[in-house]
Structure formats: structure tokens, C-alpha cells
């Protein structure tokens, strides 16, 4: 268990440097642009179901980068255990679930772009 209560190979830190590659607002905008949503719309308690795919998407792409449960859940209004259990549904479903599925294949696909400029 890491400081977090984390098992130390969590896939929700970034263990190779352990240095931040992009700014909450950076992966905001990858998600905004993946899921057709704005910041506000995100950040909005409505709970519709692709709004709260969006919202765990951000959580997960937060949780990769290294983020901390608290910094991710103030940057959005929401709770640190909603954080925790969305990138943890994340992670669970990415595999078969199709919403989820399309959304991070926008999401890569824009930085597999944004790596190739």
C-alpha cells in the first residue's frame, strides 16, 4: 500500500517519473474534444449517462497522470470518493463497454494526433 491506500501497482499514478505530463485543464480539453462536452457541462451535477461517462473518463485520465483524489474532485465539484469509484469503473469497463470504448479511442486517437505534429 502506497500513502494513498493505493496497492503500490495501481495503474492510477504515473510511475514512470513520477513528474505531472499534462495540466487538469489539458485533459479537460482531450475530454472535451473525445466526448463533444464542455468544461461546464462536465462540471454540471446532471447526471445523464454519456455526461457521467465524460466526467469518469476525466477521473481516469486525472488518476493516470498522477493526480491526487482531492486535487481531481476540486477541480470538478464532486466528491473524492466519486473520483475514486469513476476511474476505478473506467478501468473495469474500458474493455467491453462501447460508450466508454469509443470515448477513449477519440481521446488517444487526439493525442496520437497531437504527438505526431
Known sequence: MNNR???ACSPFRNQESGIRMRSLAEI??????????DI???RAKKRDLFRVVARQIFC????????SLNEIAFYISIDHVTVHY??????????????IRHYIN????YE????SC
Open 5 to 7: 491506500g493505493e496497492p
Open 28 to 37: 479537460a480539453e482531450r475530454v472535451c474534444i473525445a466526448t463533444g462536452y
Open 40 to 42: 461546464d457541462a462536465i
Open 60 to 67: 481516469y485520465y486525472a488518476r493516470l497522470e498522477g493526480y
Open 86 to 99: 469513476s476511474s476505478r469503473m473506467i478501468e473495469e469497463k474500458k474493455g467491453f463497454d462501447k460508450i
Open 106 to 109: 477519440k481521446y488517444e486517437a
Open 112 to 115: 496520437q494526433s497531437e504527438a
